[in-house]
């Protein structure tokens, strides 16, 4: 098998392999890629030098915000403006209601005559039903139980910026609307 280079009649050269019987066949040139054109800007090194410092000073600005930032509110910002939202969340029930909402009350620690450290944790339950309590947020904590949802449609709460869960119960249990932070 040999090799050989051939004019073809538009000038080009035509490589072609010669088989041991005599055959000879065009050999596929390798595909060439289109040339890529490099865009240039040109500014003056005044601007180049302004706009690096600029970049400079608000990386260092955004690396100082990240430190002191409060890393759950940041996810619950990030949660939101994600398009991906869960399809199928869990709310809380406690007393036989569904909870909607909760705050904190009263935390405080005290020191008791033995030395032992003594908390009081109270907390505001805000039920589906327009109703409210104040229990001990250990007795929440341990005694709710989640309900599975299913998330029907997402509505924009003007009041607050925040995301609001249009839910049906997976149970038969109906509809209900959540603000998207008191799910899961």
């Known amino acids: 098998m040999n090799e050989e280079k051939k004019e073809n009649p538009v000038g080009k050269e035509i490589k072609t392999v010669e088989f041991d019987n005599g055959e000879e066949k065009p050999v596929d040139p390798k595909p060439t890629e289109p040339e890529k054109k490099e865009e240039t800007v040109t500014i003056s090194k005044e601007s180049f030098d302004e706009f690096l410092a600029t970049m400079k000073e608000m990386k260092e ?5 990240f430190q002191i930032a409060d890393k759950r509110q940041l996810y619950r910002v990030r949660e939101r403006e994600s398009k991906d939202l869960p399809k199928e969340v869990s709310v809380r029930e406690y007393n036989g209601k569904i909870v909607v909402g909760w705050k904190s009350v009263e935390n405080t620690l005290v020191k008791n005559a033995l030395g032992i450290t003594v908390e009081n944790q109270t907390t505001k339950l805000i039920y589906d039903d327009g109703t409210s309590e104040v229990v001990r947020m250990r ?4 005694e709710y139980t989640k309900i599975k949802c299913k998330r029907t449609e997402i509505i924009n709460d003007e009041v607050t910026g925040g995301k609001i869960f249009k839910l049906v119960r997976l149970d038969g249990g109906g509809e209900l609307k959540i603000a998207d932070t008191f799910v899961n």
């Open 61 to 65: 600005e955004q690396k100082l915000l």
């Open 139 to 142: 007795d929440f904590d341990v």
